[in-house]
Every structure is written in C-alpha cells, then in structure tokens.
C-alpha cells in the first residue's frame, strides 16, 4: 500500500528509523509514534519508498 500523502509518507520513514535503532523512538510523535507501535518493518518501508513526485502535502488537500 503507497502513501497517500507527503506527510504519511515521512511518518512512515521516521517509524521506520526508529524501528531500525537509527533514532531513538522517545524524539517520536504523532502519526509516527503511533506508526512504530502497530505496523511491521516490510509495512513502513513500503509507506516510505513511496515517490514523493505527485502526492499532496496532507491526505485531504
């Protein structure tokens, strides 16, 4: 499943880093937190290879 926006899109990549033990899950917040606690590493890399070019800024715009 891609991103649907550019803001989904960078709160899967910093889930991901923490996921990872690049970042430390404490500077986490938001979508992000929420992101790490629920998906699968496979699931968050998928949302944050999505390509950037064409996605709006936020789902609703």
Do not use: N, V
């Not at 880093?17 to 496979?42: C, V, W, Y």
Request: glycine share 8%; no cysteine.
């Amino acid at each position: 499943m891609p991103a649907t926006s550019k803001a989904q899109q960078k709160a899967a990549g910093a889930a991901l880093s923490a996921k990872r033990g690049e970042t430390p899950k404490s500077k986490l917040k938001g979508a992000s937190k929420d992101m790490a606690k629920t998906m699968t590493e496979a699931e968050l890399e998928e949302l944050a290879s999505t390509p950037r070019k064409g996605l709006p800024e936020r789902a609703g715009d």
